[in-house]
């Protein structure tokens, strides 16, 4: 990961660039780095907000020999490499909230969008795509946004180099790529499931127009939140959002 990096001053989105590399053929660990961008994407196809100069929006091409099923296990690759990058040069614990957020003090510092390009059977390729708060100045508006926001500089009072930052984060990509090809997921899925937030915790889901409570069991192999309803069988939930209930 990161053999090949490609820095851009302004952009739609690195993962549509990165996206439209790889449809031309780039290597696998290309990376597209932004430092700004003008179409921002966000899961459920929200806005992710891209201000120049403070935070980290980047994207990584990747072509794993699995089937299109198992590519959603690479979540758990950058949920924790970011988590692990925070830890390296921050003092703050990072928490993890399903399906792909990364908190710090109850807020969300990071965000990660998947995107990819597959046949039937066999996946051609997939695009990360990790966005990080760094130095963004948030303040009020922090608070105030769907899902409260803030940035390693507002968490921790220190600012961040993104440079180093990223580094950092390629390095453990880097690292738990070389793992998920040897050993599956599991090892990651366990550390993802230890960093997470809201393992045993009651929660709100918002899946299309279901919503429900519960209490979180866990997550399985393909990234599916198993939640115990108040009443009737375990649910698996495969895509939405989740509330923590109790604080
Ligand atoms: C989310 O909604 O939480 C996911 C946000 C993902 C944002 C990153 S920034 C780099 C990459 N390029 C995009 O357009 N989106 C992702």
Request: proline fraction near 5%; include cysteine.
């Given at each position: ?22 449809e ?21 196809g ?9 935070n ?59 995107e ?17 708060n ?39 990509l ?12 599991a090892?990651?899925r ?16 918002s ?22 309803p ?18």
């Amino acid at each position: 990961v990161g053999g090949r990096v490609v820095c851009l001053k302004e952009t739609d989105s690195t993962n549509s660039v990165a996206f439209r590399m790889a449809e031309d053929g780039a290597v696998e660990g290309t990376v597209v780095i932004a430092d700004t961008q003008s179409a921002g994407k966000g899961r459920l196809g929200r806005v992710w907000l891209s201000p120049p100069g403070v935070n980290l929006y980047c994207s990584v091409v990747l072509r794993p020999p699995i089937s299109p099923v198992a590519a959603c296990q690479l979540t758990f690759l950058s949920v924790v490499a970011v988590a692990r990058a925070i830890e390296r040069v921050t003092t703050l614990s990072p928490q993890i909230k399903w399906p792909n957020d990364i908190l710090v003090d109850g807020k969300k510092v990071a965000g990660l969008l998947n995107e990819m390009n597959a046949e039937t059977e066999k996946v051609n390729f997939v695009v990360l795509g990790i966005g990080v708060n760094l130095n963004m100045r948030l303040g009020q508006l922090g608070s105030t946004l769907r899902h409260p926001a803030t940035s390693l500089l507002e968490a921790s009072g220190q600012p961040v180099q993104r440079v180093g930052f990223t580094r950092a984060l390629l390095e453990e990509l880097d690292v738990l790529y070389d793992r998920f090809l040897v050993e599956g997921e599991a090892p990651i899925r366990a550390e993802w499931l230890e960093r997470s937030a809201i393992g045993g915790r009651r929660v709100k889901v918002s899946s299309g127009d279901r919503e429900f409570r519960g209490t979180v069991q866990g997550v399985d192999a393909f990234g599916a939140l198993l939640v115990q309803p108040e009443q009737g069988p375990l649910e698996t939930v495969l895509s939405g959002d989740v509330t923590l209930l109790d604080r």
